[in-house]
């Protein structure tokens, strides 16, 4: 068997699959890339949004805190909290700001699909939703998250990282690569999946049943998108502390 010839039409196979859509979208052509214009919009606002309440809230810090700037200390504090629980009391200083970015980005995002009227905005093709309802976001967050993890074993405990793939037999060294591979699967999957599945889920009830059903569900909706927020941070902070302990 040829087994060059078959690999071309396998990574071919493959390049055909991540061409694949579901529905239209909006593109912005920029040189010779094509941009996703949808979810480019939609984090820029989302960005706005959480650079704008940091700087309104805290841009003169008081002795006595204002509402915002406690409200915003409550939420440093939860995400220090968070980082301890996972990562440890003597390492988690530098990986609050990750950390905090990843939950705070992804909780504004998840809510945003629930209570911006992205739909009443018109574009010549597809439509805006939350930046989460979009596999790329998600596995671009996900990403950065695999390499946190690899960067703060590798700084811990240096090239000394790498045998903890054949612990504590030699035997379980494709599986423990394997582990690695399903992280950012895991982490990335399951926050699409569930984004997706809360807006569509409001979509078809509101088509069928337009006046009350929706709004107990849309409520549920935030809920669980602000579980999903903490869900991918807890785990993001896991894997870090994980990594530096090396164990499983």
């Not at 979810?39 to 700087?55: D, F, Q, Y």
Request: no cysteine.
């Amino acid at each position: 068997m040829n087994v060059i010839p078959f690999s071309i039409k396998t990574l071919k196979g493959l390049y055909d699959i991540s061409g694949v859509e579901v529905g239209q979208h909006l593109y912005w052509q920029i040189g010779g890339l094509q941009i996703h214009a949808q979810v480019l919009i939609t984090s820029w606002v989302v960005i706005a949004i959480l650079l704008g309440s940091v700087i309104i809230a805290v841009r003169n810090p008081q002795t006595i805190p204002t509402d915002g700037q406690n409200f915003f200390e409550y939420i440093l504090e939860f995400i220090r909290d968070l980082s301890k629980t996972q990562i440890g009391e003597e390492e988690y200083g530098p990986w609050v700001p990750f950390i905090g970015t990843m939950f705070l980005f992804i909780f504004v995002s998840n809510w945003s699909g629930a209570l911006l009227p992205w739909k009443i905005i018109q574009l010549p093709h597809g439509e805006l939703a939350a930046p989460t309802n979009d596999i790329n976001t998600t596995v671009a967050l996900a990403l950065p998250t695999s390499a946190a993890y690899f960067y703060a074993g590798l700084t811990k405990k240096g090239l000394g990282y790498f045998g903890k793939y054949i612990q504590p037999t030699p035997i379980l060294l494709p599986i423990n690569i394997l582990e690695d591979f399903t992280k950012p699967l895991s982490l990335s999957f399951r926050l699409f999946g569930n984004i997706l599945a809360d807006e569509l889920v409001v979509v078809v009830l509101v088509s069928l049943v337009p006046l009350v059903v929706p709004i107990p569900v849309m409520f549920l909706g935030l809920f669980t998108s602000g579980i999903q927020a903490l869900i991918f941070a807890t785990l993001a902070a896991a894997y870090i502390g994980e990594s530096m302990e090396g164990h499983h």
